[in-house]
């Protein structure tokens, strides 16, 4: 079996003891743990002319090589490039988008500087899996220094429409290394619509059946591989968390009201201004849930250092503490707001006790917190996924209320018909939900992706045919 090797920016680090909050952690943890490999990602420290030696160890199946990054370049890679101008773009939020030449220079400098690290560690017939936003430009950097091998690349966030992507400066420059990789993933099939489009319309590229690309002297395939979780394991937790210290806290706590709970990093494509202001309409328009539903909202801190973080975090302050100023009674807080991590078996307790899921993001690549709250249930008494249309999981979610959350109103009439909904209809709801999420797991996934990226260097045709071993340096 070829050794596979997945690179990412953030990497879950077995000697990191702290949960940790974001999708993509979370999925390869879980993906990597099972086959086994080298994990290749940023060290999370910066020092002055960092080495091109990473720092490897190993832990169980998995090695690590963790590579430190020069203070400047982070900032531009990081906090400039990646979550500055291709976050905001990505999630529609043209009025957030900052582009500076510098931060691009520092984003390709930083590929450059992975690449540089991670070729003497490659053999030829190793798979390389490179994930997300950050590290669009590394096979075009591992190309360039002689990898001839198999690379894909899995875009963990939506891909926007041509016109959106049009705004980017550099849109015809990443594109054109994009064409670097043989398999391109994205969540949904609208994300692939989105990007075929754009090679078809404005890059000057033909498709062929399959999702195959020609662009220039390159062949690619760019599909749709909608990421799931580990719903063995969730339910596991959830059925392991009743009776548990902590679940009898939570429901202690409670005193018999309903929890409606939302788990999100503190991000501005979660929405969660809008969920706040839903949850402050429900209990304005019907009164008769005051005092008898209490929201959680979990917002662990990210990205601390992009100024629009900083804002969020402001204004989801005063907004909390507005509700419950206006609806607090002196024995009911009604939203409680926490920013700070849990455990997983923490996570899968609140979901299990929540009569209400609220995943209400403005976009989102798929949002794995609407798989993990559906998988927490119990059977016989599920509760109700309240979900964004604009979240990619809506596509195999349809037993949720699928919701606009730009209409306030809207949500709060959702949130009042999921309180109110019957046994039988929560179960029938739930038992669709539940079979796709139990129909696609992370396991599923990264079976597939890795199925078809060991396949398509011989389907794609691209000249050099045979892998050689890489040229170091
Ligand atoms: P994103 O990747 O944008 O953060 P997802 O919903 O796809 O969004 O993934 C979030 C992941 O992070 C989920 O697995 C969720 O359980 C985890 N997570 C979110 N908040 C917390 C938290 N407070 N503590 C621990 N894990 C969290
Ligand atoms: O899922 C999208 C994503 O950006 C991942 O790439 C990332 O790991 C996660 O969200 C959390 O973001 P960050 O690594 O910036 O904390």
């Known amino acids: 079996?070829?050794?596979?090797?997945?690179?990412?920016?953030?990497?879950?680090?077995?000697?990191?003891?702290?949960?940790?909050?974001?999708?993509?952690?979370?999925?390869?943890?879980?993906?990597?743990?099972?086959?086994?490999?080298?994990?290749?990602?940023?060290?999370?420290?910066?020092?002055?002319?960092?080495?091109?030696?990473?720092?490897?160890?190993?832990s169980g199946r998995v090695t690590y090589a963790l590579l430190t990054l020069d203070p400047e370049d982070q900032r531009a890679h990081y906090a400039g490039y990646a979550n500055g101008t291709l976050w905001p773009l990505c999630h529609y939020r043209l009025g957030l988008l900052s582009f500076r030449r510098a931060d691009w220079e520092g984003y390709r400098r930083v590929n450059e500087h992975f690449a540089r690290a991670l070729l003497p560690l490659l053999q030829p017939d190793d798979i390389i899996w490179v994930h997300d936003y950050h590290f669009i430009p590394l096979a075009a950097e591992l190309r360039k220094r002689g990898f001839e091998g198999r690379i894909g690349y899995f875009h963990h966030i939506p891909w926007p429409t041509?016109?959106?992507?049009?705004?980017?400066?550099?849109?015809?420059?990443?594109?054109?290394?994009?064409?670097?990789?043989?398999?391109?993933?994205?969540?949904?099939?609208?994300?692939?619509?989105?990007?075929?489009?754009?090679?078809?319309?404005?890059?000057?590229?033909?498709?062929?059946?399959?999702?195959?690309?020609?662009?220039?002297?390159?062949?690619?395939?760019?599909?749709?591989?909608?990421?799931g979780i580990d719903a063995t394991a969730f339910v596991r937790d959830a059925k392991a968390s009743v009776g548990s210290d902590e679940e009898r806290r939570l429901h202690e706590s409670l005193a018999g009201r309903a929890l409606a709970v939302g788990v999100d990093r503190l991000d501005y494509s979660k929405g969660l201004p809008g969920k706040f202001a839903a949850f402050g309409e429900l209990l304005s328009r019907y009164p008769q849930h005051r005092s008898t539903v209490t929201m959680m909202q979990i917002a662990p801190v990210s990205r601390g250092e992009v100024a629009e973080y900083r804002a969020l975090r402001r204004e989801l302050e005063e907004l909390a503490g507005a509700i419950n100023g206006e609806y607090a009674e002196f024995d009911w807080v009604p939203l409680r707001y926490l920013n700070r991590p849990f455990q997983r078996a923490t996570l899968a307790a609140i979901y299990r006790t929540a009569r209400l899921g609220l995943v209400t993001p403005l976009r989102d690549g798929m949002n794995?917190?609407?798989?993990?709250?559906?998988?927490?249930?119990?059977?016989?008494?599920?509760?109700?996924?309240?979900?964004?249309?604009?979240?990619?999981?809506?596509?195999?979610?349809?037993?949720?209320?699928?919701?606009?959350?730009?209409?306030?109103?809207?949500?709060?009439d959702a949130m009042n018909a999921a309180l109110l909904m019957p046994l039988d209809e929560r179960r029938e709801r739930w038992q669709v939900n539940m079979a796709k999420v139990e129909g696609n797991t992370i396991h599923d996934w990264c079976e597939r992706f890795i199925h078809e990226l060991s396949g398509a260097i011989d389907h794609l045709d691209n000249p050099p045919k045979r892998a050689k071993r890489p040229r170091r340096g």
């Open 368 to 412: 794995l917190v609407a798989k993990e709250y559906i998988a927490a249930q119990n059977p016989e008494d599920p509760g109700v996924l309240v979900l964004s249309r604009f979240a990619g999981a809506a596509d195999e979610l349809t037993g949720a209320i699928l919701v606009n959350p730009y209409d306030i109103e809207g949500m709060a």
């Open 162 to 227: 041509p016109d959106v992507f049009l705004s980017l400066p550099s849109h015809a420059a990443l594109v054109q290394d994009l064409s670097q990789y043989d398999l391109v993933g994205l969540q949904t099939e609208d994300d692939v619509r989105a990007l075929l489009t754009y090679i078809s319309s404005e890059a000057r590229g033909w498709i062929a059946p399959g999702g195959v690309v020609g662009l220039r002297e390159r062949r690619f395939r760019v599909a749709a591989f909608p990421i």
């Open 1 to 58: 079996m070829a050794r596979l090797v997945v690179v990412s920016n953030r990497v879950a680090s077995p000697k990191e003891r702290a949960a940790k909050a974001g999708g993509l952690a979370v999925a390869l943890r879980e993906a990597l743990g099972t086959r086994g490999g080298l994990w290749f990602g940023w060290s999370g420290e910066t020092q002055p002319n960092p080495s091109d030696t990473p720092k490897v160890f190993r």
